[in-house]
């Protein structure tokens, strides 16, 4: 089967090679793809959101089923454009990804039928925004509506830093119109669970549970990044716990969408809050995240393309979905200065043999090089039978790879760890 897969980072590398396993799988393209890629799919310089672009070039080609991994063209109706012309795919319509594309409107589904989540309350006018803040016990979140690159959340700890958010979102467009209207949200406390799924639009199944490192340095300290690393399974991520979500939020979300009309069917991520009064969903992402992808998918034992034919056909069965019970680690290089100023074009170095996975993110072609292309450049996946030898062989891997301004958290796992008492 002749695949086209929509993307260009870690994800959709760990995407692509995870679907290569498969005995099904012919060739693959990916638009726009990156310089890591092209190792191993065809990749042609599309843009995701290039949506007439994509469609003219899946008519040009023999294209038998295609992956949408990226938020903005599954938001944008990149599946419903592909589906009219004949292709069936992984992923949701527009209809359904705006799960992820409003956070007003996640939140307002969540309330109407009673998913559990944080207090919020919505504007669309900042001086009234600020006007709530003065009221406002701290700290808080604000998030603003829209998509924002996995960084339109804010935790502040007053008065000052709410304003500032604010102003930053609504007046002066940091996000571009995702900002035009935010939500003011309660702020929770608990151990973050990322929760990737698979879902037909009848049944969940849950994907082997995440712990995801947004900050950009050791300790949780600096800017919210896209993700510096991650580790599976989570170990707050219990039994009873994912009975409890199961019941309480899974299911419950995937019928909402249902009664609303808005039947989903790919991936559906449940970013969860497991607060002492109970898991609450802090968001939800219509798509795979990143980099919990490239943790959790070396650990899939199923075929992943039978498992997305089955969420697309509507015939999927828990059955279908199987991992190793082993834990995994993944750790980002990134360019130093990610996520504001960074510098490029730097040649990348990979080890020739090695044991774990390498997923390219920001990285691209020149001549014979791979060179530095973004902010987040490479993720360095291992295994292990305990998570602190996943852990070791994680950043061993990592330091096999070089480029100049290279910058990684040494702390990656610890929190996990800490948790487990293994620190």
Not at 372 to 387: E, H, P, Y
Request: proline share 5%.
């Amino acid at each position: 089967m002749n695949i086209l897969v929509i993307g260009g980072g870690g994800r959709e590398h760990a995407v692509i090679k995870t679907l290569k396993k498969s005995p099904h799988c012919g060739k693959i393209w990916c638009l726009p793809g990156n310089g890591g890629i092209a190792a191993d799919a065809e990749c042609h310089p599309i843009k995701a959101t290039d949506l007439d672009g994509i469609v003219e070039f899946a008519k040009a080609h023999p294209v038998e089923f295609a992956v949408v991994t990226p938020d903005d063209p599954l938001v944008l109706g990149l599946v419903d454009r592909l589906e009219a012309i004949g292709i069936p795919c992984f992923g949701p319509r527009a209809n359904a990804a705006i799960i992820e594309g409003s956070k007003i409107f996640s939140k307002r589904l969540m309330e109407k039928y009673g998913i559990p989540t944080a207090a919020a309350r919505t504007f669309d006018d900042p001086m009234s925004a600020i006007g709530y803040l003065k009221t406002c016990d701290y700290p808080v979140v604000v998030k603003a509506d829209g998509l924002a690159l996995g960084k339109g959340a804010v935790v502040v700890a007053d008065l000052g830093e709410a304003e500032r958010a604010v102003r930053e979102m609504m007046v002066d467009k940091v996000f571009g119109e995702s900002g035009s209207k935010i939500l003011i949200e309660e702020f929770l406390t608990g151990p973050e669970v990322s929760v990737l799924s698979f879902t037909d639009g009848n049944i969940v199944v849950p994907m082997v549970s995440s712990m995801d490192h947004k900050r950009a340095r050791d300790g949780d300290e600096g800017p919210n990044t896209g993700g510096m690393g991650a580790v599976a399974p989570n170990p707050y991520y219990t039994e009873e716990i994912a009975e409890r979500c199961m019941e309480e939020i899974f299911l419950p979300t995937v019928r909402a969408m249902n009664a609303e009309g808005r039947t989903f069917r790919g991936c559906l991520y449940f970013g969860l809050m497991l607060t002492p009064k109970g898991p609450k969903v802090i968001e939800y992402n219509c798509r795979f995240g990143d980099p919990e992808t490239q943790t959790v998918l070396p650990l899939l034992e199923s075929d992943l393309l039978e498992i997305m034919l089955a969420v697309r056909n509507g015939t999927l069965t828990s059955g279908m979905v199987r991992f190793s019970d082993v834990y995994s680690c993944c750790v980002v290089l990134a360019s130093e200065g990610y996520p504001k100023k960074y510098a490029t074009g730097y040649e990348i170095t990979l080890p020739a043999l090695y044991r774990g996975e390498i997923f390219v993110a920001g990285a691209k072609r020149e001549g014979e090089k791979l060179v530095t292309a973004g902010g987040r450049v490479v993720g360095a996946v291992d295994t292990g039978m305990s998570l602190r030898e996943a852990v070791k062989n994680a950043y061993a891997l990592a330091k096999e790879i070089g480029f100049e301004n290279a910058y990684l958290r040494s702390d990656i796992g610890a929190r996990a760890l800490k948790a487990l008492g293994e620190d």
